[in-house]
């Protein structure tokens, strides 16, 4: 079993930035996916973000991308999530994931979740 420890979220004004952390640990596969979701009130959990380990490959939803930047410390085992021009309807809880082999995008089957962190965009 996986164990997540997230932090970063917060309140932040429209146009302002935050950085999400999430440091893993428990695994022994040499290859997975860590991937960065959200879900706002009311509204379906949406993938946001997936780093692949094997060769450090990135995806990102088409709401975030050119905003959002996911990124990796090997050394700590913890993932990053840099969120720029951040806009209200990036209100969510924020939630890291870990799958075992690779990023599927679109696939919202992973084998662990973090406990999630909250995001609100307000002025």
């Known amino acids: 079993q996986v164990q997540f420890v997230e932090s970063g979220g917060g309140l932040v004004q429209p146009g302002g930035s935050l950085r999400l952390s999430c440091a893993a640990s428990?695994?022994?596969?040499?290859?997975?996916?860590m991937g960065w979701f959200r879900q706002a009130p009311g509204k379906e959990r949406e993938g946001v973000s997936c780093?692949?380990?094997?060769?450090?490959?990135?995806y990102y939803g088409d709401s975030v991308k050119g905003r959002f930047t996911i990124s990796r410390d090997n050394a700590k085992n913890t993932v990053y999530l840099q969120m720029n021009n951040l806009e209200p309807e990036d209100t969510a809880v924020y939630y890291c994931a870990f799958r075992a082999g690779f990023c599927i995008a679109g696939t919202m089957q992973y084998d662990s979740w973090g406990q999630g962190t909250q995001v609100t965009v307000s002025s």
């Open positions: 428990g695994f022994t596969q040499s290859y997975y996916g």
């Open positions: 780093l692949d380990s094997a060769d450090g490959s990135t």
